[in-house]
């Protein structure tokens, strides 16, 4: 019988970003996935609020936890993973092809020369199929890009964090408009997704709330039956052509050039400079308005 981790979601309606704590209730040890760094853009001010209520969570509930995990470098919020290590000891990991994206930022906000793009930034890079335990509950990796080069799943026991792949089944799929995206590369992702059992927990990265309270949860069988991208089984060409055409018409994220250059660096902000204080940089016109 596939082991059920206890999953506690964590909502951040700003970024409108789920975040998770899970568990296995035999040895209480638990993972964190994807949490929030909060960061005020007009303010450029950076707080713990929803890592707070994290850390909060599993000292309450007595969870040992034993990974502090990144699904990909995220570009509508920051990761609190270095800061949460901080607090609990545990490791930070991420997949290995955040290397790609850490060379492809890394000329986008032309950072200097000795900037690290090997993903030292992380205690650990998973591969695609690698598996660890967290107490007794089996997880694996499996490599989905497509929204990102390097967007990874875990699979815990019967519980799958597809980060930022798929929506809700009434919002579809995620975009796959960003550097290094690609429409085609993420529906082949998704069929690796689609392929776990029926009714396999499927938890996702966003959710916009499209007329309904907030939701974070379904299961294979539902995105199979009823997503509004995938239903009936649809070709990579029709998908691709859906997902083109609906990512033409989005803006990029609001914190996206804000998020990406402290994500790449696995949660940190940039080397202070020589007042103590860090800054951000924003690239000029290398993005067309949308």
């Known amino acids: 019988m596939t082991k059920a981790p206890v999953v506690k979601p964590f909502w951040d309606e700003p970024t409108g970003s789920w975040q998770y704590v899970f568990h296995d209730p035999a040895t209480m040890q638990g993972a964190i996935v994807d949490p929030v760094m909060n960061y005020d853009p007009n303010a450029g001010a950076i707080r713990m609020t929803s890592a707070q209520e994290i850390l909060d969570y ?20 920051f990761s609190a993973a270095p800061w949460l290590k901080d607090q609990l000891g545990a490791p930070t990991a991420i997949g290995e092809h955040v290397t790609e994206v850490q060379a492809l930022w890394k000329e986008i906000y032309n950072l200097p020369q000795d900037f690290p793009t090997d993903g030292r930034q992380w ?8 598996e660890f335990m967290v107490g007794e509950i089996p997880v694996r990796v499996i490599f989905c890009p497509g929204h990102t080069l390097a967007s990874i799943t875990y699979v ?9 792949t798929l929506m809700m089944p009434d919002s579809g799929t995620s975009r796959a408009d960003f550097p290094g995206g690609s429409s085609r590369v993420l529906y082949a992702s998704i069929q690796k997704i689609l392929a776990l059992p029926d009714d396999t927990r499927v938890f996702v990265g966003h959710d916009y709330a499209p007329g309904r309270a907030a939701a974070c949860e379904a299961r294979v069988a539902d995105h199979k039956a009823g997503n509004i ?22 803006p990029l994220p609001r914190l996206m050039l804000a998020a990406l250059q402290i994500n790449i660096r696995g949660g940190r902000k940039p080397e202070a400079e ?17």
């Open 274 to 290: 020589d007042n103590g204080r860090s800054y951000l940089k924003i690239p000029l016109d290398y993005f067309e308005p949308r």
């Open 123 to 130: 205690d650990k890079l998973f591969y695609d199929g690698e």
């Open 229 to 250: 991208h995938l239903k009936g089984g649809v070709s990579e060409a029709e998908f691709c052509a859906i997902r083109d055409a609906r990512d033409a018409t989005l």
């Open 156 to 164: 815990a026991g019967d519980a799958a964090f597809v980060h930022d």
């Open 58 to 77: 599993v000292r309450a509930t007595g969870i040992e936890v034993v990974w502090l995990l990144d699904t990909h470098p995220h570009a509508d919020h």
